[in-house]
């Protein structure tokens, strides 16, 4: 069912301010086992360079807070699991690569140098905060399939390379796992005209197709 965390419930008076928050949490207290989610960085039109800029300019102390939590409630066999997602507005990147300053922008090695970027940076608070760097781990996903688009390629290439190069890496290719045939034939683009978005359907179908292929890797 869809679930819906409002910090008022349904037909009360509006939050009335002043109202601060660090963070809330919703939790199953029925599970003893599971996944927890959390949503680092989020937000329409950003590329990998956006998230690797956004990330470095976020003070040690606030991002060592977000990481606490998110270990916080696990057992001692701590696993976290960052998943790095993005390509379709990498293509529009006109911006120097974060660290090296590579350009195009937009090209694979830049994309790949935006992608280290943002593991290093992860990798420096676990440093920084003396937690075990092994429980911490990195996954590289280029964003689905459009037909004919050699740029997403080149990314899904850089993608499986950094996953090789790099320690506690993967990768999964939604190309391989869901095509833009099949994306289009079962109508899970959000439009006939709109490809760089998927229906509610085709996220659902995609992930799941996603996490079958990781599962089948263990």
């Given amino acids: 069912y869809s679930l819906g965390f409002r910090y008022v419930g349904a037909g009360e008076p509006n939050l009335q301010a002043p109202f ?3 963070y809330s949490r919703a939790e199953n207290l ?7 989610f959390s949503t680092l960085h989020y937000g329409g039109g950003y590329s990998a360079r956006d998230m690797a800029e956004a990330l470095d300019s976020t003070d ?5 807070q977000y990481f606490k939590e998110v270990r916080r409630l696990q057992g001692p066999d701590k696993k976290v699991l960052i ?3 993005s390509g379709l507005n990498d293509r529009n990147e006109l911006s120097p690569s974060y660290m090296l300053g590579i350009v195009p922008g937009n090209s694979r090695e830049a994309f790949g140098d935006n992608v280290r970027s943002i593991v290093t940076r992860i990798e420096s608070i676990w440093i920084l905060n003396g937690w075990d760097i092994d429980e911490l781990y990195f996954l590289i996903v280029v964003s689905h399939d459009v037909s004919g688009d050699m740029q997403l390629e080149e990314y899904r290439s850089e993608a499986e390379q950094l996953a090789s190069d790099l320690p506690r890496t993967a990768s999964v290719n939604l190309a391989s796992v869901a095509s833009a045939y099949t994306i289009f034939q079962n109508n899970w683009y959000v439009s006939p005209n709109d490809f760089n978005h998927l229906s509610v359907e085709g ?15 263990i």
């Fill in 203 to 217: 996220y659902e179908k995609i992930s799941t197709r996603e996490l079958d292929a990781i599962i089948s890797c």
């Fill in 83 to 85: 998943r790095i997602n």
């Fill in 60 to 64: 040690d102390e606030t991002l060592s």
């Fill in 20 to 22: 601060f928050s660090l």
């Fill in 30 to 36: 029925d599970r003893q086992t599971g996944f927890s």
